[in-house]
């Protein structure tokens, strides 16, 4: 590549009913100073007049082309564009976003003097509906733990070697949201990214765009199972967005929503439960609750609705032992378990017979609707977790410190 003196560019953008913006996206790739370029339009379909904008332009300009069909979305437009692409370096630019005068010579610039940089990205300004800049985009020079922390890239700044994009197997295409995220933390695994101070794109903010849209409900956590399946864990810093984004959603459904991604590592879980689909239980609910010695069962934390609100009282046994009479408070409660390294049953029982606790435990209910209470959900906890869950009903604002001095995790690379 160093004896090229025009390497070819390929550009990739993904399209769908976004009219309104792409004819300024087009022009800024067909009107750069760097004329070796294709540009590759895949659309999936538009329903919105783009097509004639993108048969316009196919028809003037031989640089230009273009795909129209049904597609399984931006990720597969990108992969279905790579194939197509003859280019020895790619741009990914989306169909709402434009580049910045002298962005792809600055990039293939940058790419010839360092020929062991896999990607190159720069700066970028986040901009209005009318492509107005806002404010400089968030990016920061490579450094791999910034990365696992939180994505540094944006990604119309970044440009990518061809050869380097179909090494690591193109964008996932189980990703609907932080697909660009996931492909740099598989490049960053194999290859150096470079990282140039010049503006070079601009990432255009509107009602309509993904991060506007999908960042709250499905952006944080595909970040998070992007990083599990990259890094196997979870910065502090997004689980401190997480939890930011969706505090107003209360402290139990963030308990059972971040004990999927395993923050803090193999805790107890929940094997078998009798209850019925409707989250009715009789009066006694058997929990089976498999347990790693490393992180032995401490508490369980118990969301329901007793509808004998004369009777409140509940019996826990633990491996057929009577370990404690609860009186409940609220719909909320949390027990605490003498500690348990091994998988355990467990049996919580209302107390709304007092004549005999004993045939309860060793006699069904004839009537299976003879329900006594509501369980909407029952997790158990390690100490780690229950330590955690004491913060979260405190104030978000101690969360971070509590994550920074409890739970500490391994840099990604200390050299950089």
């Known amino acids: 590549m160093n004896n090229e003196v025009s390497p070819l ?24 100073d760097y004329s070796n370029i294709e540009y590759i339009v895949i659309d999936g379909g538009s329903k919105d007049g783009t097509l004639e904008i993108l048969n316009s332009y196919q028809n003037s300009d031989p640089r230009f082309n273009f795909v129209s069909e049904p597609d399984r979305g931006q990720s ?28 792809i010579k600055k990039a293939v610039e940058s790419l010839k003097e360092d020929p062991n940089w896999g990607m190159v990205y720069g700066k970028a300004y986040a901009t209005d509906k009318k492509n107005k800049a806002l404010y400089p985009y968030p990016v920061e020079p490579f450094n791999k733990n910034r990365l696992f922390e939180r ?43 470079g990282y140039i101070k010049a503006y070079l794109a601009n990432s255009r903010c509107h009602d309509s765009s993904k991060t506007t849209l999908y960042w709250k409900n499905v952006g944080i956590k595909e970040c ?6 990259n890094y196997g864990k979870i ?36 094997t078998k439960m009798s209850i019925y689909n409707d989250s009715w239980s009789r009066n006694f609910l058997d929990i089976s609750v498999e347990v790693n010695p490393t992180k032995p069962l401490y508490a369980l934390l118990m969301k ?10 509940l019996m826990i046994y633990l491996n057929g032992k009577l370990i404690e009479n609860y009186t409940i408070v609220d719909q909320t409660s949390i027990v605490l378990i003498p500690s348990v390294i091994d998988n ?7 107390n709304s017979a007092v004549d005999s606790i004993e045939k309860q435990l060793n006699n069904h209910p004839s009537n299976l609707k003879d329900c006594v209470f509501s369980v909407d959900n029952i997790i158990p906890l390690s100490e780690q977790e229950y330590e955690f869950i004491q913060i979260l009903y405190k104030k978000f604002d101690f969360v971070r410190k509590w994550l920074k001095e409890n739970r500490k995790l391994n840099l990604i690379d200390t050299d950089s």
């Open 344 to 350: 355990c049953s467990i049996k919580v029982i209302k």
């Open 224 to 229: 998070m199972i992007a990083s599990l399946k």
């Open 9 to 32: 560019v390929s550009i990739i953008t993904p399209s769908y009913n976004q009219g309104s913006f792409i004819k300024e996206t087009i022009e800024s790739v067909l009107t750069q």
């Open 304 to 313: 329901g609705k007793d509808i004998q609100s004369n009777k409140k009282q």
């Open 235 to 270: 910065s502090n810093m997004m689980i401190c967005d997480f939890v930011n984004l969706n505090y107003e959603k209360g402290v139990e459904w963030i308990a059972q929503e971040i004990k999927q991604f395993e923050i803090f590592e193999a805790s107890p879980k929940i």
């Open 151 to 193: 994505c540094i890239i944006c990604q119309p700044a970044a440009f990518i070697r061809k050869e380097v994009f179909e090494e690591v197997g193109g964008v996932d295409e189980s990703f609907f949201f932080c697909m660009d995220y996931e492909l740099w933390m598989r490049i960053a695994k194999k290859h150096e990214i």
């Open 76 to 103: 597969h437009a990108i992969n279905k564009g790579l194939k197509m692409a003859k280019g020895k370096i790619i741009g990914w630019l989306n169909s709402d976003d434009t580049y910045l005068p002298n962005a």
